[in-house]
Each structure stands twice: as structure tokens, then as C-alpha cells.
């Protein structure tokens, strides 16, 4: 079975520090990797996949096999990032698209 | 589009209450999903239904049952309410199984208290 772990509940920065969420997982195959994020009175919604290896509102994730590590990274951080982050990961084979997601990271942007 | 949409927005229960939690998505999307969001723990998978008539455990399925009405409602029930299970529940979908179709679009939650 899968599993992914966000060892961090509780994150603050002042605006314009770098952040970095942290998300480790542990699966025998090949996972596919995503960071979902909900702002405050609005819905989840995907922030990033590793697959597309693209920069989001000026995030990254890099998936680490080695470390089977997938944090997300912001060189600066805006008080608008202030959110719940969810790391998840999908399952190769016939998943049906199920995800195991973390424990989740509140993140503060202080002005 | 309305995306997914959940009803109600918050349910107050008594133990032993029951009550069915509904769920529609207008992207004709095969695949949905119910969660619970805990403190703590995340969001863990309540049952899914790969595709209509479909239907299967996810990670935490004790105590509820679902339903695939047709290929926009997948709705979730309570039989007997627990404390156990106050918490707030998503609904999901996405539009394939498959790599790279498997965004999972969000409903906007539903706040359940069991007393």
C-alpha cells in the first residue's frame, strides 16, 4: 500500500522568503505525483503534477525517486500562497485515478 | 458549469440519524470520488465508482454506503450516524483513469456534525 507523509502541519514565512513543503511517499511502483491546494473559501484544486514538470504561480516540484521525495519549492513567497497544501500521489496500473493524499500544510505568508 | 456540486452545504445529526449526502457533476466526467477531511489525517477515500454502475472501497468505507445513480450523481449515505463521523466530506470527479486525465475536480464540501 501507498502512503505519503507531509511531516509538516503548521508552516509560516514573511513575504518574500523562499518556502519549501515538504511531502515524502513510500510505493513500490512508479507514482505519479500532484500538490493540490484550497485558498481559503474556495474548493481544492490541482496546483501541479510532476509529469507536466511545469512552474505554477511560481511553484516547482521536482520528484525525487531516490529520496521518494516531492516537495514543493517557491523562491518568494506572496501572502496570497497562504493556504492548505495537499502532496498526493496516484498508483500506476488500473488506480482508476484514486489518490492517497498527506496530512495536509497549512501555509502562512506574513506580510 | 457548475463543476460538482454537493448537497447540503452543513448537516447537524443525532447518533443513529441517518442521511444521504448527494453529489452531481455536469462534465461528463467517468470517474468520482468521495472523501473525508480530518484534522490531522488528510483527505481519505470513502468509496469510488470508476464508471456508471460501478462502484468500490476506497480507504475508509465502514459505515457508508454509496449509490452511482447515472454518470452525473454519485451520492453517499449514512445509515446509522456515529460521532465518529463528523467531518467534512468532498465530493470528486475526474474525466479518466488514465495518466494525465485524472485531474480530480472538487465539490465545495459538505460540514457534517454528529452529536
Known amino acids: 500500500a501507498q502512503r505519503v507523509t507531509q511531516p509538516e502541519k503548521l508552516l509560516s514565512v514573511f513575504k518574500g522568503a523562499p518556502v519549501e513543503l515538504k511531502c515524502n511517499y513510500s510505493?513500490?511502483?512508479?507514482?505519479?505525483l500532484f500538490w493540490y491546494v484550497q485558498y481559503s473559501r474556495q474548493r481544492l484544486q490541482l496546483l501541479l503534477r510532476?509529469?507536466s514538470r511545469e512552474s505554477i504561480k511560481g511553484f516547482t516540484a521536482d520528484l525525487n525517486k531516490g529520496e521518494t521525495s516531492f516537495h514543493l519549492k517557491k523562491p518568494f513567497a506572496q501572502e496570497e500562497d497562504s493556504a492548505m497544501y495537499y502532496c498526493?500521489?496516484?498508483?500506476?496500473?488500473?488506480?482508476?485515478?484514486?489518490?492517497?493524499f498527506g496530512q495536509g500544510t497549512i501555509l502562512t505568508v506574513h506580510p | 458549469n457548475a463543476g460538482v456540486t454537493q448537497t447540503p452545504k452543513f448537516q447537524v445529526l443525532k447518533t443513529g440519524q441517518s442521511m444521504t449526502l448527494q453529489c452531481a457533476q455536469d462534465?461528463?466526467?467517468?470517474?468520482m470520488y468521495w472523501y473525508r477531511q480530518d484534522p490531522g489525517m488528510g483527505l481519505r477515500l470513502i468509496y469510488y465508482?470508476?464508471?456508471?454502475?460501478?462502484?468500490d472501497k476506497g480507504e475508509v468505507p465502514n459505515g457508508y454506503n454509496v449509490s452511482r445513480l447515472n454518470k452525473r450523481e454519485f451520492s453517499l449515505r449514512l445509515e446509522s450516524a456515529a460521532p465518529s463521523q463528523t467531518s467534512v466530506y468532498f465530493c470528486?470527479?475526474?474525466?479518466?483513469?488514465?495518466?494525465?486525465?485524472?485531474?480530480?475536480?472538487f465539490g465545495p464540501g459538505t460540514r457534517l456534525t454528529v452529536l
Open positions: 470528486a470527479s475526474t474525466p479518466l483513469g488514465a495518466a494525465g486525465l485524472d485531474t480530480q475536480y
Open positions: 510505493y513500490s511502483g512508479s507514482p505519479e
Open positions: 510532476h509529469i
Open positions: 498526493a500521489l496516484r498508483a500506476g496500473g488500473t488506480s482508476y485515478g484514486k489518490l492517497t
Open positions: 462534465m461528463n466526467h467517468n470517474s
Open positions: 465508482s470508476a464508471s456508471e454502475g460501478t462502484t
